[in-house]
T-cell receptor
Framework: GDSVTQTEGQVALSEEDFLTIHCNYS??????LFWYVQYPGEGPQLLFR?????EKGSSRGFEATYDKGTTSFHLRKASVQESDSAVYYC??????????????FGQGTSLSVVP | EAAVTQSPRSKVAVTGGKVTLSCHQT?????MYWYRQDTGHGLRLIHY???????EKGDIPDGYKASRPSQENFSLILELASLSQTAVYFC??????????????FGEGSKLTVL
């Protein structure tokens, strides 16, 4: 079945550091890929998505590029701020499988940024 | 603005007791979902529904039932609560017309503690 793997469970950075959260996926079809962010006490919310190979999604200084060759959608930000502290989820929705109607999420990465 | 509201926001239940978590959406969306959030597991799908009076099993349905009496309302029912069901539960909705590119709109979560 479809799956999403996030390598980092927890990331601790200082303000202005560069951020990378790795996301790799396995899908039978050509999925849409998502990044969600969850702030403390809130539900997850969409950060951005991408549906085509080489498409770049971006929002609030975060970006990721859909790479079908390496089945990856890594999240990056050049300079993190304390307000970026949150849990980040990579997810996919695959039109070629039963997961078309649902999103499959990775394990989540907890980002902590200190001043 | 999309709106998904969950109740209760927090609940303490006894082992073997019955628990009902409720979700109401004003988005006029077709799809509704119940996810469970656990540290290290991310978000896992319990049940979902794409039309009133019909529900589908997700990836971890055992021990849970779901009910969709109307387009706006979707409930998760734990007939015999167990310690292992202590978690945060999220309801979400999604627009059918967007297909697999559609995003999920989440509620704020219901924290369930089973003692």
């Amino acid at each position: 079945g479809d799956s999403v793997t996030q390598t980092e469970g927890q990331v601790a950075l200082s303000e202005e550091d560069f951020l990378t959260i790795h996301c790799n996926y396995s899908a039978s079809g050509y999925p849409t890929l998502f990044w969600y962010v969850q702030y403390p006490g809130e539900g997850p919310q969409l950060l951005f998505r991408a549906s085509r190979d080489k498409e770049k999604g971006s929002s609030r200084g975060f970006e990721a590029t859909y790479d079908k060759g390496t089945t990856s959608f890594h999240l990056r930000k050049a300079s993190v701020q304390e307000s970026d502290s949150a849990v980040y989820y990579c997810a996919l929705s695959d039109p070629g499988s039963s997961s078309f109607s649902k999103l499959v999420f990775g394990q989540g990465t907890s980002l902590s940024v200190v001043p | 603005e999309a709106a998904v509201t969950q109740s209760p926001r927090s609940k303490v239940a006894v082992t073997g007791g019955k628990v009902t978590l409720s979700c109401h959406q004003t988005n006029n969306h077709d799809y509704m979902y119940w996810y469970r959030q656990d540290t290290g597991h991310g978000l896992r799908l319990i049940h979902y529904s794409y039309v009133a009076d019909s529900t589908e099993k997700g990836d971890i349905p055992d021990g849970y039932k779901a009910s969709r009496p109307s387009q706006e309302n979707f409930s998760l029912i734990l007939e015999l609560a167990s310690l292992s069901q202590t978690a945060v539960y999220f309801c979400a909705s999604r627009e059918l017309r967007e297909g697999n590119t559609g995003q999920l709109y989440f509620g704020e979560g219901s924290k369930l503690t089973v003692l």
